[in-house]
């Protein structure tokens, strides 16, 4: 049965935040203080967290270091999914993917029906791998963030979690 097998050893990986806002601040933004406690409530350590605009120079350029970072395994973004014309997170960072997990924007959609109805078509949350770091573009909403880290992210970082998650596969993701 699939979950958490309180028998093995957690393992905390690193993990950077990046909110992608034209109005927000480190003070203001609430969505990124969300995941922020729930990261390090879940056992994990916050390597870094930012907040730029809706510029797909600025996402990608914090990105790419971040990426380059050996000290950062995960980057979350939040914000910059949406269908207006200043949503650009995916076009931003799904060029920098060296594989899509296809699979994460079917079960977040699934879990987001679930709060939001269909209203989750509006979302366009993405994840993949690039050079190591896995990186997953949530909505900017509070409700989007919790439902995307609570009842999907955290349990796919948690070492314990079985049958399989992502903590166990970082040690080959470079293989050739």
């Known amino acids: 049965m699939p979950g958490i097998n309180e028998d093995l050893e957690f393992k905390s990986v690193?993990?950077?935040?990046?909110?992608?806002?034209?109005?927000?601040?480190?003070?203001?933004?609430t969505s990124g203080q969300t995941?922020?406690?729930r990261i390090l409530d879940a056992g994990h350590e916050l390597s870094d967290r930012k907040v730029v605009r809706d510029?797909?120079?600025?996402?990608?350029?914090?990105?790419?270091?971040?990426?380059?970072?050996?000290?950062?395994?995960?980057?979350?973004?939040?914000?910059?999914?949406?269908l207006t014309g200043r949503d650009v997170t995916p076009?931003?960072?799904t060029p920098l993917?060296?594989?899509?997990?296809?699979?994460?924007?079917v079960i977040f959609h699934q879990v987001s029906y679930q709060t939001v109805g269909l209203s989750t078509l509006q979302s366009r949350a993405v994840?993949?791998?690039?050079?190591?770091?896995?990186?997953?573009?949530?909505?900017g909403s509070r409700?989007?963030?919790k439902d995307g880290w609570d009842k999907v992210i955290s349990y796919q970082l948690d070492s314990r979690y079985r049958p399989c998650n992502l903590v166990e596969i970082m040690p080959r993701l470079m293989e050739v």
């Open 55 to 82: 510029d797909t120079a600025a996402i990608q350029k914090v990105v790419l270091k971040w990426i380059d970072d050996p000290s950062i395994d995960v980057v979350i973004t939040t914000g910059g999914t949406g």
């Open 35 to 37: 995941l922020a406690s």
């Open 127 to 139: 994840a993949g791998l690039s050079r190591g770091t896995f990186i997953f573009c949530l909505p």
């Open 91 to 93: 076009e931003a960072l």
């Open 143 to 145: 409700g989007a963030v």
């Open 97 to 105: 993917f060296d594989k899509v997990i296809e699979g994460f924007s």
């Open 14 to 29: 690193r993990i950077a935040i990046l909110a992608v806002s034209d109005t927000r601040d480190l003070e203001s933004d």
